[in-house]
Every structure is written in structure tokens, then in C-alpha cells.
């Protein structure tokens, strides 16, 4: 059973990769805020569950551009930093990780949903403990 916490990850890293084209493996572990080794380990979980697909392609980076590949279905490219003609990844959200990415977002938001329920009625009882405790407190100063 996945943790709150991961499913929170998983989810983060799949909007991620649905979204900008333009990213690298250090980007989305600086937007998410976490390792680039623990982003490598995402990715590589995602990818073993089948949830996103890696091509591989070996084109001259300046010979690509973000809109043609877009067109086609791509939507993440992961660009090493040394040659001009070193490989570039491109993450695919496969049609599994699209509804994955569905179903968390659901998961989540029933849980927010009752998190802040939760948080209203802490927020209710507080107020309620202050406004019993004010009087009290008046008396015993005097």
C-alpha cells in the first residue's frame, strides 16, 4: 500500500511530466523540492509500473523543436548536458499513467477534503477553549 506521502510524490512528478516539455531530471527535482536521486527513483518506479514510457533519441539538440514534438504526443524531454549529439529522453505519460494521474488526483483531494474538515473543527474547539479560558484567566490576574 502506497503512503500518503508517495502517492503525493507520484502525482506531483506525473502532473510534472504532463506538463513542460523543456525539463531535466534536476528541474523537476527543484520544483518538486526533493533529491535528484530520489527524483531518478520516481521516475524509474513510474516507468517499471508502466505508468510513463522513456524513447530514447538520438538527434542533434538543435535540430528539435518543443512544438513539433508536442504535436506528436511527447511530453517531457530530459536533456543530458554534454555533447550536441548526446541522447535525449523523452517521458510519455502512457494512457495507464494518464488515469493513474486521475485516480490520485481524486485520492488526494477526497483527502484534503476531510484534512481540512478535520482542521475546521481543531480551529472550532480551540476558539471555543480561548473564549472559556479568557474569563478565567481575567479573574486570576486580579
Excluded at 64 to 73: F, I, M, N
Excluded at 97 to 113: S, V
Excluded at 132 to 139: G, I, K, Q, V
Aim: proline residues 3%; aromatic residues 4%.
Amino acid at each position: 500500500m502506497r503512503t500518503k506521502r508517495r502517492i503525493e510524490t507520484y502525482h506531483q512528478m506525473l502532473t510534472i511530466l504532463s506538463g513542460d516539455l523543456d525539463l531535466t531530471q534536476r528541474d523537476i527535482a527543484k520544483q518538486m523540492g526533493i533529491s535528484l536521486g530520489k527524483t531518478n527513483a520516481c521516475l524509474s518506479e513510474l516507468i517499471q509500473k508502466k505508468l510513463v514510457k522513456v524513447n530514447p533519441l538520438r538527434i542533434p539538440r538543435n535540430l528539435y523543436r518543443q512544438e513539433d514534438l508536442a504535436t506528436k504526443g511527447f511530453l517531457k524531454i530530459d536533456r543530458a548536458e554534454a555533447s550536441q549529439t548526446k541522447t535525449n529522453y523523452l517521458y510519455v505519460l502512457t494512457p495507464e499513467g494518464l488515469e493513474e494521474k486521475y485516480r490520485m488526483a481524486q485520492h488526494l483531494y477526497e483527502q484534503k477534503c476531510s484534512e481540512l474538515e478535520r482542521l475546521k473543527q481543531q480551529i472550532t474547539d480551540l476558539k471555543n477553549e480561548i473564549e472559556l479560558e479568557a474569563p478565567r484567566r481575567t479573574e486570576m490576574a486580579t
